[in-house]
């Protein structure tokens, strides 16, 4: 098995370097060569997929290390239980935004040059397994760089759009910010392990020989290292510019699973490097991933692009995720190590759904703009007659995500909740208290996020069209609703069957921390209503699924008994007397107005009036109101903190010299301290 898993992976890096090269080598037949790349990172993701479900079916970690010639760094790599979990997701996002990319790169056609697009896909498709699996420090961090890299050359693949530049600037900074913090972090330990090797093998439970105010100072690092990359507030400032900038078969990808590498990293330094953890650092992490579920829904529910809509989006749900790890965290340091089993199923849960149903969304955003070359919401509308495919399949996403039964958003926030009520399981009464007040921001949060979905589905597919773009939309090619399809059956899937769902987790769990709840998860099957030990309530959602259906067919039944001549009648919409016309349909401003004004201490509106006259000062001709709300944390946290580093880069800006010798001094001396360093 271990030989068999070994060269499957090798396998699958080789698939995805050939996709890469044939993605170059046609340079007449682009769309054959982008093709042939596309069906063999398709390919290569089903390998994965193997191997994932191989390692957590088996319940056996593989390691194995490449040893290049004359090899500075050993090339070490391990499959256990987590890693599989993060590959599966992975692999299989990659599968279908794959199978996607097929049709969507027909929008860039004789319009630019799609071989660099492959070439960068099927790179990054690779780099982010090998983030997951990497055993080594300096592996990390190459492979870490190396994703961000492709992905940046990703965000700009349209560069000629000023905005996609700036996205693409803003992405780049940011992330080699978050590799300092996490480079340092992995500095600090390496200098306590004493064991000369960057392997994770030397970092597990290093936290038992460092004292614990490295432990805190790793602990931030890590914090805010993997918490740029996650996107929680106030780090998300690349997301909502990079993930709308890149093409929307990218956008899925660095959505629905790009972005989880950062969760996987915060599991594994919290409950593998660090441990144990006081519960003051879990106590962090549920007040970050609350107040980023909040603030996250609450920016979303302003935008009117769909894709800067969904990035702010995804902020919200990797706050939920951080609630369900912070808790966790929580009840491990109380050793209530069966609570802290079912809040983690809770986080990567969450986690895997939210990789589903998220790009599932990004994908009909990218069929609307493949059919309309628009992606402002207040210029779609009437899409439902349009794309009757794509607007059933944007709204199972819709549902799910906004936490509606049978599908799966419900039942990880479900957990979610659940996790939370336990809280009050714990000694401290202040964790008591901020668990029942984390409770009801994710109750706001789904409220919020329900609206906001109302608001992206009725403003973009029904009423009237509200432009020559939403007119003349022709539904997709066949590919791209398919795939779309399979996320969409998916969404049915991971909600009707949690208990498979949560099995699979727990084997991760039992080996993360050492308890096994399976007893308690089986309560989750058909049907299943029994006391628990560990006192989960529980709930099915196929039997609330069928109880469902019977009770709308009681209703029905009901109704037509009660009124035979009950059927469906239509009418035209009253309008005053008026032809209906598509400006008299709720905008998305107009829809969002109630919660700008009830929040406009966090929004801070700005509201202009431009009037033009036919004749000057007597003859209105138009009225245009311009609506904008503040970015705070950008305009009271990183303008100042820009200008700040810019002040202190013009002082020191003597030390650029030109000269190449006084460069290599440089080098000589930072070499010289940070063996120092290490020394001490």
Same mark, same amino acid.
């Given at each position: 098995?271990?030989?068999?898993?070994?060269?499957?992976?090798?396998?699958?890096?080789?698939?995805?370097?050939?996709?890469?090269?044939?993605?170059?080598?046609?340079?007449?037949? #682009?769309?054959?060569?982008?093709?042939?790349?596309?069906?063999?990172?398709?390919?290569?993701?089903?390998?994965?997929?193997?191997?994932?479900?191989?390692?957590?079916?088996?319940?056996?970690?593989?390691?194995?290390?490449?040893?290049?010639?004359?090899?500075?760094?050993?090339?070490? =790599?391990?499959?256990?239980?987590?890693?599989?979990?993060?590959?599966?997701?992975?692999?299989?996002?990659?599968?279908?935004?794959?199978?996607?990319?097929?049709?969507?790169?027909?929008?860039?056609?004789?319009?630019?040059?799609?071989?660099?697009?492959?070439?960068?896909?099927?790179?990054?498709?690779?780099?982010?397994?090998?983030?997951?699996?990497?055993?080594?420090?300096?592996?990390?961090?190459?492979?870490?760089?190396?994703?961000?890299?492709?992905?940046?050359?990703?965000?700009?693949?349209?560069?000629?759009? *000023?905005?996609?530049?700036?996205?693409?600037?803003?992405?780049?900074?940011?992330?080699?910010?978050?590799?300092?913090?996490?480079?340092?972090?992995?500095?600090?330990?390496?200098?306590?392990? +004493?064991?000369?090797?960057?392997?994770?093998?030397?970092?597990?439970?290093?936290?038992?020989?460092?004292?614990?105010?490295? +432990?805190?100072?790793?602990?931030?690092?890590?914090?805010?290292?993997?918490?740029?990359?996650?996107?929680? =507030? *106030?780090?998300?400032?690349?997301? *909502?510019?990079?993930?709308?900038?890149?093409?929307?078969?990218?956008?899925?990808? !660095?959505?629905?699973?790009?972005?989880?590498?950062?969760?996987?990293?915060?599991?594994?330094?919290?409950?593998?490097?660090?441990? *144990?953890?006081?519960?003051?650092?879990?106590?962090?992490?549920?007040?970050?991933?609350?107040?980023?579920?909040?603030?996250?829904?609450?920016?979303?529910?302003?935008?009117?692009?769909?894709?800067?809509?969904?990035?702010?989006?995804?902020?919200?749900?990797?706050?939920?995720?951080?609630?369900?790890?912070?808790?966790?965290?929580?009840?491990?340091?109380?050793?209530l190590m069966a609570l802290s089993s079912l809040a983690m199923v809770a986080g990567?849960?969450?986690?895997?759904?939210?990789?589903?149903?998220?790009?599932?969304?990004?994908?009909?955003?990218?069929?609307?703009?493949?059919?309309?070359?628009?992606?402002?919401?207040? #210029?779609?509308?009437?899409?439902?007659?349009?794309?009757?495919?794509?607007?059933?399949?944007?709204?199972?996403?819709?549902?799910? $995500?906004?936490?509606?039964?049978?599908?799966?958003?419900?039942?990880?926030?479900?957990?979610?909740? #659940?996790?939370?009520?336990?809280?009050?399981?714990?000694?401290?009464?202040?964790?008591?208290?901020?668990?029942?007040?984390?409770?009801?921001?994710?109750?706001?949060?789904?409220?919020?996020?329900?609206?906001?979905?109302? +608001?992206?589905?009725? $403003?973009?597919?029904?009423?009237? %069209?509200?432009?020559? &773009?939403?007119?003349?939309?022709?539904?997709?090619?066949?590919?791209?609703?398919?795939?779309?399809?399979?996320?969409?059956?998916?969404?049915?899937?991971?909600?009707?069957?949690?208990?498979?769902?949560?099995?699979?987790?727990? &084997?991760?769990n039992t080996e993360l921390l050492g308890v096994n709840i399976a007893k308690a998860?089986?309560?989750?099957?058909?049907? #299943?209503?029994?006391?628990?030990?560990?006192?989960?309530?529980?709930?099915?959602?196929?039997?609330?699924?069928?109880?469902?259906?019977?009770?709308?067919?009681?209703?029905?039944?009901? !109704?037509?008994?009660?009124?035979?001549?009950?059927?469906?009648?239509?009418?035209?919409?009253?309008?005053?007397?008026?032809? %209906?016309?598509?400006? =008299?349909?709720?905008?998305?401003?107009?829809?969002?107005?109630?919660?700008?004004?009830?929040?406009?201490?966090?929004?801070?509106?700005?509201?202009?009036?431009?009037?033009?006259?036919?004749? %000057?000062?007597?003859?209105?001709?138009?009225?245009?109101?311009?609506?904008?709300?503040?970015?705070?944390?950008?305009?009271?946290?990183?303008?100042?903190?820009?200008?700040?580093?810019?002040?202190?880069?013009?002082?020191?800006?003597?030390?650029?010299?030109?000269?190449?010798?006084?460069?290599?001094?440089?080098? =000589?001396?930072?070499?010289?301290?940070?063996?120092?360093?290490?020394?001490?």
């Amino acid at each position: 098995m271990h030989t068999m898993i070994e060269h499957l992976f090798v396998l699958s890096i080789i698939l995805f370097a050939l996709g890469s090269l044939f993605a170059l080598c046609f340079y007449r037949w #682009q769309m054959l060569g982008n093709y042939l790349s596309l069906i063999l990172a398709a390919i290569a993701s089903c390998v994965n997929i193997a191997i994932a479900t191989s390692v957590l079916f088996n319940h056996s970690a593989v390691r194995f290390n490449f040893l290049l010639y004359h090899a500075i760094i050993k090339y070490s =790599f391990l499959i256990d239980s987590l890693s599989a979990i993060f590959i599966l997701a992975i692999s299989v996002i990659s599968f279908i935004a794959s199978i996607y990319s097929l049709g969507y790169t027909k929008l860039y056609v004789n319009k630019r040059d799609t071989r660099f697009l492959g070439f960068h896909f099927n790179v990054f498709l690779l780099a982010m397994v090998l983030v997951v699996t990497a055993n080594n420090a300096l592996v990390f961090m190459i492979v870490w760089e190396l994703m961000t890299l492709v992905s940046f050359f990703l965000v700009i693949f349209e560069y000629e759009n *000023p905005f996609h530049r700036k996205a693409g600037f803003v992405y780049l900074f940011m992330s080699y910010i978050c590799a300092v913090f996490i480079s340092v972090a992995f500095f600090i330990m390496f200098s306590y392990v +004493k064991t000369w090797t960057f392997d994770f093998d030397s970092f597990r439970y290093a936290g038992d020989v460092m004292p614990a105010i490295c +432990k805190n100072i790793v602990f931030f690092l890590v914090l805010i290292g993997f918490g740029i990359k996650a996107g929680i =507030f *106030p780090l998300h400032l690349w997301l *909502p510019l990079a993930h709308p900038a890149a093409p929307s078969n990218v956008s899925m990808v !660095m959505s629905g699973v790009m972005i989880k590498t950062a969760i996987y990293g915060f599991i594994r330094f919290y409950f593998e490097f660090l441990t *144990p953890c006081p519960p003051w650092w879990g106590i962090i992490i549920l007040i970050i991933g609350a107040s980023s579920a909040v603030l996250g829904i609450l920016y979303a529910l302003m935008e009117k692009d769909i894709k800067t809509l969904l990035a702010y989006s995804s902020v919200e749900n990797i706050g939920i995720i951080l609630i369900g790890i912070g808790l966790s965290m929580i009840f491990k340091s109380y050793n209530l190590m069966a609570l802290s089993s079912l809040a983690m199923v809770a986080g990567l849960y969450h986690m895997l759904n939210h990789a589903v149903f998220k790009s599932l969304l990004f994908g009909c955003a990218g069929n609307i703009y493949y059919s309309t070359h628009t992606r402002n919401i207040e #210029q779609l509308g009437g899409l439902i007659k349009r794309l009757q495919i794509t607007a059933p399949l944007f709204l199972v996403g819709a549902l799910a $995500i906004s936490a509606i039964p049978p599908l799966n958003g419900f039942m990880s926030e479900w957990l979610v909740f #659940q996790s939370l009520l336990n809280g009050f399981n714990i000694p401290s009464v202040i964790v008591k208290v901020l668990t029942a007040i984390c409770g009801a921001a994710v109750a706001l949060t789904g409220a919020l996020v329900a609206t906001c979905f109302v +608001k992206a589905f009725g $403003i973009s597919f029904l009423a009237l %069209p509200r432009s020559e &773009h939403a007119r003349h939309a022709r539904e997709v090619p066949v590919i791209m609703y398919v795939s779309m399809g399979l996320l969409a059956g998916l969404c049915v899937f991971l909600g009707l069957f949690p208990a498979k769902i949560m099995m699979t987790i727990n &084997h991760v769990n039992t080996e993360l921390l050492g308890v096994n709840i399976a007893k308690a998860i089986t309560s989750y099957d058909w049907l #299943q209503m029994k006391t628990l030990q560990t006192n989960f309530s529980e709930i099915s959602p196929k039997s609330a699924t069928v109880f469902g259906l019977m009770l709308l067919a009681v209703t029905v039944g009901a !109704m037509t008994l009660i009124n035979p001549g009950f059927t469906k009648k239509m009418y035209e919409t009253w309008t005053c007397g008026i032809s %209906p016309e598509p400006r =008299f349909g709720y905008t998305a401003t107009a829809f969002s107005k109630p919660f700008r004004i009830i929040f406009s201490n966090l929004y801070r509106p700005r509201l202009e009036i431009k009037t033009t006259y036919s004749v %000057p000062k007597y003859f209105v001709k138009s009225i245009m109101y311009i609506s904008e709300i503040t970015p705070i944390f950008e305009k009271y946290f990183y303008a100042p903190l820009s200008k700040y580093v810019l002040s202190i880069s013009n002082k020191v800006r003597w030390i650029h010299t030109g000269s190449v010798h006084i460069y290599l001094v440089y080098i =000589f001396i930072t070499l010289l301290i940070s063996m120092l360093v290490i020394r001490w």
